[in-house]
């Protein structure tokens, strides 16, 4: 078996891209997690905030920063790794069902695309400041905060290579 194409497929490159597979979850009454983030740099902490985002829902999907947006967010140094690299890393996670990458600087225009069940970010958000909070609960959706794994960041492993 190839795995690359069938890692490849779970890569959406626009909301509208990934309407298709969307309105099969919903059909199959899916619970849909949505988070995201840059994911520069995967490291244990990211996988340990995805499996458990994962284990909220039967699907989850990963905003994904372009890379335009992600030097608008941390600066011109930023990213590390491509946004091309950084979906195909995310998407070949088992528990990764679709990665959707997002030019904006926030993810909340894909947040009222997707229609989560669960919104998901780490725990140094509070609930009600999460971008697009008010969009999944008006809904009766849920949002949830994840405790970060301590030690691991992305920061950190840059300095550390310094």
Not at 9 to 32: D, Q, V
Not at 37 to 62: S, W
Request: proline content about 4%.
């Amino acid at each position: 078996m190839e795995f690359l194409p069938y890692i490849e497929k779970k890569i959406a490159h626009s909301a509208e891209e990934a309407s298709r597979i969307l309105n099969m979850w919903r059909f199959r009454n899916e619970r849909i997690v949505f988070t995201n983030g840059c994911f520069d740099i995967l490291h244990r902490g990211h996988v340990e905030y995805l499996a458990k985002a994962a284990a909220l829902g039967t699907k989850l999907i990963v905003g994904l920063n372009t890379d335009a947006s992600v030097r608008r967010l941390k600066g011109d140094s930023r990213p590390v790794n491509d946004e091309q690299a950084r979906a195909l890393i995310l998407a070949s996670l088992v528990f990764v069902d679709e990665v959707i990458l997002f030019d904006t600087d926030t993810p909340r225009e894909l947040i009222e695309f997707v229609q989560p069940d669960i919104l998901v970010k780490g725990g140094d958000y509070r609930p009600e400041d999460i971008v697009g909070h008010d969009v999944v609960t008006a809904r009766g959706g849920e949002v949830v905060t994840i405790p970060l794994t301590e030690g691991y960041s992305t920061t950190s492993i840059i300095e550390k290579m310094k």
